[in-house]
Nanobody
Framework: QVHLVESGGGSVQTGGSLRLSCAASGYGYSNYVMAWFRQAPGKEREGVAALLSDGNTRYAAAVSGRFTISKGDAKNTVYLQMNTLKPEDTAMYYC?????????????????WGQGTQVTVSS
């Protein structure tokens, strides 16, 4: 079982930055795909960024160039650096993990989820 805990959410103004953290624990996750998703009220959960087991990354078009997903030195933490934030980035952000290497930004692929951390961007 993989356990994921997010932190780092908060409220910022347009143009600001936040760094989200996802701490993973459990068994067997070291080669998993790690990803960030977000869900705004009344909207479907959408993929934001994914970090593949080989170190490659995938980004949603809406965040490409502004967000960066990376793994910490301790290897059990994944970060999402979010720069130039916009009001439309406001959502609950979730960390996810799975062993399958496919459809990296689809929420239906992931079996392990954190509880989420709220990000609010005001204009």
């Amino acid at each position: 079982q993989v356990h994921l805990v997010e932190s780092g959410g908060g409220s910022v103004q347009t143009g600001g930055s936040l760094r989200l953290s996802c701490a993973a624990s459990g068994y067997g996750y070291s080669n998993y795909v790690m990803a960030w998703f977000r869900q705004a009220p009344g909207k479907e959960r959408e993929g934001v960024a994914a970090l593949l087991s080989d170190g490659n990354t995938r980004y949603a078009a809406a965040v490409s160039g502004r967000f960066t997903i990376s793994k910490g030195d301790a290897k059990n933490t994944v970060y999402l650096q979010m720069n130039t934030l916009k009001p439309e980035d406001t959502a609950m952000y979730y960390c996810a993990a799975d062993s399958r290497n496919t459809r990296y930004l689809s929420p239906f692929v992931y079996n392990h989820w954190g509880q989420g951390t709220q990000v609010t961007v005001s204009s």
